[in-house]
Nanobody
Framework: QVQLVESGGGLVQAGDSLRLSCKAS?????MGWFRQAPGKEREFVAA????????LYEDSVKGRFTISRDNAKNTVYLQMNSLKPEDTAVYYC?????????????????WGQGTQVTVSS
C-alpha cells in the first residue's frame, strides 16, 4: 500500500503560479497528476517516470506546467505557471506500479485525496 498526500493548492489569480506537492509513504514508480473540474471527468495532466527522465503532459499545460520528483523525499511536484481560469479543478496525485509514465488513469493503483486549485479571472 502507498499513501499519497497532496498539498499546495489554493486560490490564485490568472497568470499566477502554484506548486503542488505529493508526498508518498514510500518510494514509488511512475507518478502522475490528474485533475477534475466540476461536472467534468477526471483528466490527465502530467506524468513522470521512476527515474524522472521521462515526462508526459496534456497538451493544454505544455510549456506552463512542469512535473518533477525527488526520490530521496518520496515526493513529486507539479509547478504550475501562467495559470488560467480553466485550470480550476481538484488536482489528484497518483502512483503506478510500472516504471514508465502513462496517461491512462486505470494504470495508476494509488490515489491521493486531492487538493483544490482555483484560478480567478
Amino acid at each position: 500500500q502507498v499513501q499519497l498526500v497532496e498539498s499546495g493548492g489554493g486560490l490564485v489569480q490568472a497568470g499566477d503560479s502554484l506548486r503542488l506537492s505529493c508526498k508518498a509513504s514510500r518510494l514509488t514508480y511512475a507518478m502522475g497528476w490528474f485533475r477534475q473540474a466540476p461536472g467534468k471527468e477526471r483528466e490527465f495532466v502530467a506524468a513522470i517516470s521512476w527515474s524522472g527522465g521521462r515526462t508526459l503532459y496534456e497538451d493544454s499545460v505544455k510549456g506552463r506546467f512542469t512535473i518533477s520528483r525527488d526520490n530521496a523525499k518520496n515526493t513529486v511536484y507539479l509547478q504550475m505557471n501562467s495559470l488560467k481560469p480553466e485550470d480550476t479543478a481538484v488536482y489528484y496525485c497518483a502512483a503506478a506500479t510500472i516504471v514508465s509514465p502513462t496517461t491512462t488513469p486505470e494504470a495508476y493503483d494509488y490515489w491521493g485525496q486531492g487538493t483544490q486549485v482555483t484560478v480567478s479571472s
